[in-house]
Structures are given as C-alpha cells and as structure tokens.
C-alpha cells in the first residue's frame, strides 16, 4: 500500500465519522427543530433554510476552492460546522430561533463546500487511474455512515437528550478536520504542475480552428446533460425518502424504526456491492454517461419496486438492488466529472451540488404535497418516472456521439485506432517527397506532381483528423504548395508535438470516467 493511498483511506475513515454525525444529526435537528418552533411549517422553514444554504454555496463553491487550497477549505469548513454544533449542544435546553437558523445555515453551506472540495481533489490524492476505486470507497463509507447515523439517532437521544446527539455531531467534524491538518494530504497541483489534459487543451485553443470548439461543446452538453439528470435524480429521490416513513407505519405499525433501518442496511449492502463490482471490472473497461444514464434507471424502478407491497424477502431484496445501483451511478458520475481538467473540477461538482439540493429541495416539498392525496406507490413512481425518462433522454443524446463513455486516461480504442492511422500518414508523406523530387528533376514548372503531393497530404490530414490533433501547416501543405518551390524535403518523421503527448499520456477531457479493475 502506497504513502498516498494509506494517506487517503486514513481521510476517508475520518470523512466517514463526520458523515456519521451528518446522519445522526438529521434526524436528531429535525425533531429538535420541532421542540424549538412548535409549528411543522417551522420543521419545514428550517429544513428550507439548510437546503437553500447548500444551494447557494454550490454556487460559490468553484471560486472558492480556486481562490483557496481545497485542504484549506475542507478544515476550515469542518472547524466552522464543529462550532456551530457546539453552540447548539451549549444552549439545547434553551435556545433561540435565530441560533438555530444560523446553525443550520452554517451545516447546510459548511457540508457543501466540504464535498466539493474533497470530490474535486480525489484526482489529485490518488491519481487519475486510481479515482474509480477511491470513489468506490467514499461511497461505502458514507452508505455504513448512513446506517449507523440512522439507526443510533433514537438511542443516542434517548439517553442524552438533543445536547448529546449535538455534541456526538461536532465530536465527528473536529475528528474530519483534525486528520485532514495532521494528515496533510495533497488536494491541489502546484502552479506549475499542470496536467496532460490542460496542456492537450490549450495546445489545441494555441492551435486555433473549429475543432478544438466543437470539442469543448460536445464536453459541455454531455457533463451538462448528466447533471442535469443528477438533479432530475435527487427531486425523485426525495420522493421515496419522504414515502419511506408512511410505507414503515403501513407494513410495521408497531415497530417502524425496525422497518427503516432493515431498508437502509440493506440499501447500504447493495452500494458496497457495487463498489466490490466496479473495481473488479477487466482493465480498460469504459464507462461514462450510458452507464450512469442505464444505473439512474434501474434505481428507479427498484425504488419504486419497494413500494408495490413486496413480502419482506423481495422488499430487502429490492433494497439491495436499490443499492446497488445507486453505489453504481454515484461511481461512475463522481469518476466522470473528476476526468475534467483540475482548473474546471470545483465548478463542475460546484454545479452538482446546487443542482441535487435544488433537485432534492423541490422534490421534498412537492412529494410531501402530493402524499396528502395520492398513495405513495402513485408518488414514487410519477417522480421516478421522470427520473427514467431522463436517463432514456440522456441515452439518445448520446447514442449518435462516437466514442460516449470511453475515457480519457485510457481509451485503448480509440487511440489505438488513431495510432494505426498515423503509420499511414508517415507513409504518405514520403511519397509527397518523392512526387517533389520527380518534379523537380523533371518539370518544375508543373503542377500536376503538387497537386498529387497535396492530395497525399489531405489524405494524411484525414487521418490524423481521427485522434482531433490539429497541426500547424507544412510547407507540403496544399493550401501553400503553390507559393513554395518543390524542395523534395521529407517531414514525414517529425516527432509529435507537446500537446499531443499530453493527450496520449493523459487522454482528452472529451474522455469519460474509466473504472479500472483492482
């Protein structure tokens, strides 16, 4: 075991005691949020309030972790969310509702900024081909979190009352962000330590041509498209974290808490699977926008498969699948945002963030509405209808794209179709030179031997057009070879330039998220 990935895993152990709290904290601050304002409308205000702080810091969160070392921000963060829970654990006999606003404000911004940070700086800690499996490991992590959070959230009040339950929480983040400052681990390039993926692209925009733009808009609509269906994913999922309960009291009025925590402990199962069954993919197996696309779908159709009144065994089994295919979305978007250049990350997953809060924001207050009137099977499967529907969408953006879902660190493929091209190309180019030579022995003056030297260089262009490289023009070139004189120069053995070893070291930000094998 490496230094880096002893280093990672000691953070993701400390991130999984934070997230601990996180859980317990939901459930402990909701019912303390009723002991405070008396009113659900004032539950609901609160909750709003901590939402609404998570959508606007998603927004600032890019700038922020530009501006600032993303371990800077994790600590700072972390420090900001202890003392916030501090307060509150002082003051939980009797506390004011403006304290209590500002707490959930500081929770709601402080674990945004948080997962964005340390999301965009996965890369950077374990390498681009190790950033699949360390996602794997976040995500189970944050799932055996969930499960204890929740199922220790009665317990831990019980016996303490709410000023326990926020201490525990502000116990967890000082744990988070005292082995972030005693671990140190690396979360940011040095100035000058750029990666492949930017020099390939601004080799490409030095270059200048349409090329190198429609490479960009392609990028954009396909990462824009999947956070787009992360948000149409987290407004379905709150409809059936708001259904669950009201399922609970259906199936085990006597004992729902019984109910939800088999549910979770089996959904958490399932996204330890997945994670086991990602890693263990061949090498060089490619997964990117279809493979979230077909994973948002059969989370949705096992979510809603829980609510048709399954026997207990085809419930858990149903949860697990749930889970596994929710461990498998959450990889293999993560993994492909993270395949952006470092300087475009935290925008990216800054966007992420506000387009799940958002999502999750309006698909809790309009699922609880529409619980008043219809069943809750009716609910979950109208907003996980819309979540499939958004997949089906986001397949056929993709279908026509050639290449979709391949990565850039590793796109055997297609790079190994371009590197076949370029022999060819090499070959070509003698041939341009000879053409020259006999022009030259023999009649300099026509251009018929120009003009089949230009139609073997286009025919080289064309196959390096396969691999996106854009090249300066030559003196052979065809739009030229009519102001030089023939010079029987061969160029064919230039080596590459430095943005296309960026490329084939790195591969394109256009690439998808690979998911390596173990």
């Given at each position: ?170 116990a967890s983040f000082a744990v988070s962000a005292a082995a972030v400052l005693v671990l140190r681990p690396r979360t940011d390039f040095e100035p000058c330590d750029v990666s492949g993926e930017e020099r390939a692209d601004a080799g490409s925009s030095a270059a200048g041509g349409k090329r190198p733009r429609l490479r960009v808009v392609g990028l954009a609509g396909a990462l824009l498209g999947m956070i787009a269906l992360r948000g149409l994913d987290a407004l379905a999922s709150a409809s059936h974290n708001v259904a669950l309960p009201l399922a609970a009291h259906a199936a085990e009025p006597s ?264």
């Amino acid at each position: 075991m490496t230094g880096v990935e002893w280093r990672f895993r000691a953070v993701v152990v400390a991130h999984a005691v934070s997230a601990y709290g996180t859980y317990l904290n939901l459930i402990a601050l909701s019912l303390f949020s009723y002991e405070v304002t008396g009113t659900a409308l004032g539950v609901g205000v609160v909750m709003a309030v901590r939402l609404l702080s998570g959508v606007t810091a998603g927004l600032a969160a890019g700038a922020l972790t530009a501006r600032f070392t993303r371990r800077t921000v994790m600590v700072v963060t972390d420090l900001a969310q202890t003392l916030a829970m501090v307060v509150l654990a002082l003051q939980a006999s009797d506390t004011p509702l403006w304290v209590l606003l500002g707490a959930v404000v500081v929770l709601g911004a402080g674990n945004t900024f948080f997962n964005v940070a340390l999301r965009s700086a996965v890369p950077v800690m374990v390498g681009q081909d190790g950033r699949a499996r360390a996602n794997g490991v976040l995500v189970t992590a944050r799932s055996v979190a969930t499960v204890l959070g929740f199922a220790s959230a009665a317990p831990v009040i019980a016996l303490g009352g709410f000023g326990v339950a926020f201490a525990v929480n502000a116990a967890s983040f000082a744990v988070s962000a005292a082995a972030v400052l005693v671990l140190r681990p690396r979360t940011d390039f040095e100035p000058c330590d750029v990666s492949g993926e930017e020099r390939a692209d601004a080799g490409s925009s030095a270059a200048g041509g349409k090329r190198p733009r429609l490479r960009v808009v392609g990028l954009a609509g396909a990462l824009l498209g999947m956070i787009a269906l992360r948000g149409l994913d987290a407004l379905a999922s709150a409809s059936h974290n708001v259904a669950l309960p009201l399922a609970a009291h259906a199936a085990e009025p006597s004992d729902p808490a019984v109910f939800m925590t088999r549910f979770w402990s089996a959904w958490a199962v399932g996204t330890l699977l997945a994670h086991q069954a990602l890693k263990r993919r061949s090498h060089g197996a490619s997964w990117g926008e279809r493979a979230f696309a077909v994973g948002t779908c059969a989370m949705s159709l096992c979510f809603v498969a829980a609510f048709t009144g399954l026997p207990a065994p085809a419930l858990m089994a149903a949860a697990v699948a749930a889970g596994f295919a929710d461990g498998w979305t959450e990889i293999v978007y993560t993994s492909r945002l993270q395949a952006a250049p470092d300087r475009q990350r935290g925008r990216l997953f800054g966007l992420s963030a506000t387009a799940e809060q958002s999502g999750f924001a309006l698909g809790t207050m309009a699922a609880a509405a529409a619980l008043e009137v219809l069943p809750a099977l009716a609910v979950v499967g109208a907003f996980h209808g819309a979540a499939v529907c958004g997949a089906l969408a986001l397949l056929l953006f993709t279908a026509g794209r050639r290449g979709t879902g391949r990565p850039g660190p590793a796109d055997g493929a297609a790079r190994s179709s371009v590197a076949d091209n370029r022999p060819s190309s090499g070959e070509n180019h003698p041939s341009a030179g000879e053409n020259h030579r006999s022009a030259d022995d023999s009649h300099p003056s026509t251009g018929d031997n120009h003009r089949s030297a230009g139609d073997n260089h286009r025919s080289a262009d064309d196959n390096h057009s396969s691999s996106g490289d854009i090249r300066p023009p030559t003196g052979n070139d065809p739009s030229t070879s009519d102001n030089h004189p023939p010079t029987g120069e061969d160029r064919s053995h230039h080596s590459p330039t430095g943005e296309e070893k960026g490329e084939h070291a790195h591969g394109t930000p256009t690439g998808a998220s690979q998911l390596p094998g173990s």
